[in-house]
């Protein structure tokens, strides 16, 4: 059996050939006319060729097929992409306006994130609460393509680490093969860089690291301590890959994760070189 469009397409991204990558994103988008991703992954390539006016045609078609299927946080998402590409496309600037007052009213209306469970009583009842750890932690931005409850689940199933301020989590120059999120506390990333120890970043609560480990295989090129108490949540390789297989767009959220981190790592290095 020959290979799907979508193998094709990862297979391409892999190597960098954007020609064949986007080919097989054309061949998809026939196939799955409704599917806002397609769209989403041509911008990013019509993007990284340098692109731009044909990058903002593509998110603007993903935006509105998310609004059109009720996802209005995923669209504005994408609107603030156009709007970094464009700070002045008027029709972004109008529907992000339009999509952050729906939002902010939903949310008055009811709680995000919440989990019920039981109290002795039968499941459903009127008696079962909300627990606060529900609450306060809220679905990692990697995980959005999935259905909420399967994103809960999964998130159920791993077990938060601990960790007391100034403990380190991940050392500078090991092997890794896991990302972390932030379940609450915050976090240093500091590097050795041209002779100096550089703090190259204070994480939250939801935020990423140790991705460029995992998706490059090099060492870890920073080590991450805990700034305060902090929990934080593993996804190793076998998850990861597990949620890949199903789930293709979260790949993508960690690679643009992995690309803003790099970005900001440039920035850092530059403005403490010229201090």
């Given amino acids: 059996m020959g290979k799907s469009h ?4 990862f297979e391409a991204v892999k190597n960098q050939n954007w020609d064949k990558a986007m080919n097989s994103l054309t ?4 196939q799955e006319t ?4 397609v769209h989403l992954k041509m911008g990013d390539i019509f993007q990284k060729t340098g692109a731009i006016d044909k990058a903002i045609t593509e998110y603007h078609q993903s935006a509105w097929l998310l609004m059109n299927n009720g996802f209005l946080q995923k669209a ?5 992409i156009i709007l970094r ?3 002045n496309n008027a029709e972004a600037i109008n529907k992000s306006k339009e999509l952050m007052m729906e939002l902010e009213s939903a949310r008055t209306k009811k709680p995000m994130f919440t989990e019920f469970v039981p109290t002795g009583k039968e499941e459903g009842s009127p008696q079962s609460v909300i627990t606060k750890e529900a609450i306060a932690f809220s679905i990692p931005e990697f995980l959005e393509s999935l259905p909420e409850d399967e994103a ?3 998130i159920s199933t791993l077990k938060p680490q601990s960790f007391s301020s100034g403990q380190t989590i991940i050392e500078e120059g090991d092997s890794g093969d896991s990302i972390f999120v932030i379940k609450s506390g915050h976090v240093l990333v500091v590097a050795h860089i041209l002779g ?3 703090e190259l970043a204070t994480l939250s609560e939801g935020d990423v690291f140790g991705e460029v480990a995992f998706l490059t295989g090099r060492p870890r090129t920073a080590s991450v301590i805990a700034a305060d108490n902090l929990e934080i949540i593993e996804f190793n ?9 199903k789930y293709p767009d979260t790949l993508k959220k960690i690679e643009d994760f992995y690309h803003l981190h790099v970005r900001d790592t440039i920035e850092k290095v530059k403005s403490t070189i010229k201090k």
């Fill in 6 to 9: 979508w193998e094709s397409y």
């Fill in 27 to 30: 061949s998809i988008s026939k």
């Fill in 34 to 37: 409704d599917n806002s991703q």
């Fill in 76 to 80: 504005l998402a994408i609107f603030k």
């Fill in 85 to 87: 590409l464009d700070p």
């Fill in 152 to 154: 809960r689940d999964l």
């Fill in 196 to 198: 100096k120890e550089i």
């Fill in 237 to 245: 390789r076998i998850i990861l890959e597990e949620i890949f297989a």
